[in-house]
């Protein structure tokens, strides 16, 4: 239970430091959600190459491992596999 909470205020504190960073106005955020073990197996592989191409767009993550509404989260993108149920 202290893990869980301590994991949503350092999140909390990640996404401010996103905000802080690209308040200028010279930088897009792009929200991903993803599952933890394919943003960290695949995805983080991926990103350097991406961030290197697009220097101009910040990344924020955020690990679900459960369905959620993308809009009332307001995530850009979501990467998930499974039944779709």
């Known amino acids: 239970m202290f893990l869980s909470d ?3 205020v350092l999140t909390q504190i990640e996404m401010s ?3 802080i960073m690209t308040y200028s106005g ?3 955020v792009l929200k991903i ?3 933890p073990s394919f943003g960290s197996r695949w995805l983080a592989k991926k990103l350097p190459a991406f961030l290197s ?3 101009n767009i910040s990344l924020e993550f955020h690990d679900r491992v459960k369905d959620f509404n993308l809009e009332q989260e ?3 993108v979501a990467f998930f596999y499974g039944h779709g149920s």
Do not use: M, Q, Y
């Open 17 to 19: 430091a996103h905000a």
């Open 26 to 28: 010279n930088s897009e």
């Open 53 to 55: 191409s697009n220097p």
């Open 6 to 8: 301590v994991r949503k």
């Open 74 to 76: 307001d995530i850009d």
């Open 33 to 35: 959600a993803t599952l």
